[in-house]
């Protein structure tokens, strides 16, 4: 029974979303989240509000969701110089990747998570890369999540999914899916606990979330709300 899975979790919109994908498709999922020296570290204060409120006002998705897994990761800060883990203003490289771009992060996110999938007994791993608004990030590629699946698989000899459910949607679409998962209160729970902005800004509380409203992951992240609640709350 592939009923067991592990969400890769960071306190932001898209993986809080793809949590509740998860606790409405699995028996029982866990969560795993990753500190790398990250500038905007205040996401991981985030995941904890947001679970403890996941908990409380949705008790269906209470009773399947268990442990959740914390893994240092500070040697990620330490070998890559980006504005994610750097004080430096967020550019345009001349790869034409935005230097937030942390080389490789995510095959290292998805290949300790399933490290701790085998030992846990965890089939699916789940997570919200996407390749509809995405910077670019070529490790948020689905061709590249699809290879690694097949990687990791042989590499365990333990056959295990990798799942994007936000791999082919816009940001007004993750609104969207947040409202058909777990309904306004969801949608609420999202807007005031997750955390998106690259710089960490959480002094404003905005129409579509905490954040500095100018930094990419802010302008993405407002601009998807607008046009949700214009299209869903006419
Ligand atoms: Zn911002």
New binding site residues.
């Given amino acids: 029974m592939k009923t067991r899975a592990l969400v890769l979790f960071s306190g932001g919109q898209d993986s809080a979303t793809c949590l509740a994908w998860a606790l409405s498709r699995y028996e029982y999922v866990e969560t795993i989240g990753f500190d790398y020296g990250q500038r905007h570290a205040v996401e991981l204060t985030c995941r904890v509000s947001v679970l403890a409120r996941l908990r409380e006002q949705f008790p269906a998705w209470a009773a399947k969701l268990g442990d959740d897994h914390m893994l240092d990761l500070s040697i990620l800060g330490k070998i890559s110089d980006t504005a994610l883990t750097q004080d430096k203003a967020v550019e345009m490289e001349s790869n034409g990747l935005p230097n937030t771009f942390v080389p490789g992060r995510n095959l290292l996110f998805f290949t300790l998570a399933a490290a701790v999938a085998y030992r846990r007994g965890l089939h699916a791993l789940v997570g919200g890369m996407c390749e509809t608004d995405f910077s670019g990030y070529p490790d948020c590629r689905d061709n590249t999540l699809k290879a690694l699946q097949v990687a990791i698989s042989l590499g365990m000899d333990a056959p295990l999914i990798i799942e994007t459910p936000l791999m082919w949607i816009n940001k007004r679409q993750t609104w969207q899916m947040a409202n058909e998962l777990g309904g306004e209160e969801f949608v609420e729970l999202i807007r005031s606990e997750t955390h998106?902005?690259?710089?960490g800004?959480r002094s404003a509380l905005h129409d579509w979330g905490y954040?500095?409203?100018?930094?990419p992951?802010?302008e993405l992240r407002a601009t998807g709300y607008k046009s949700y609640v214009a299209t869903a709350r006419p």
């Avoid at 998106?196 to 710089?199: P, S, V």
């Avoid at 954040?211 to 930094?215: A, I, L, P, Q, S």
């Fill in positions: 998106t902005c690259y710089l800004d954040g500095c409203g100018k930094c992951a802010c």
